[in-house]
């Protein structure tokens, strides 16, 4: 069949080119990626698992990220020059204790 062709309502995605080009791939073993014909149907489906998988993973990471933030802010708040620098206007928590740490304050 022809790779991506208009109007067949099947399209021939993945391999190297076609999930660079936002195609549907399998990743074999060996990072060898496979190549899979589909329907405009399923390739939404495909797309839409796609991303809600990597949703999941990301919000996986929200709660111990919470936890080390406060834990770095709480050990910031006892830093004089971390609070000087936060009670400046337009610089924020993570700027403050940046400049706070490279500086040696």
Known sequence: GRRGSRGSGRRRVGGRDGVLAGGVGVVLG??????????????????????????????????????LEAAIIAKANRRPAYQYLFKVREIGKVLSLTIALETGT
Request: with cysteine; proline share 3%.
């Open 30 to 67: 060996g990072g060898e990626v496979a190549e899979a014909e589909v329907d405009d149907g399923e390739l939404a489906q495909l797309i839409q698992l796609a991303v809600k998988n990597n949703l999941a993973v990301m919000h996986c990471a929200d709660e111990p990220i919470e936890r």
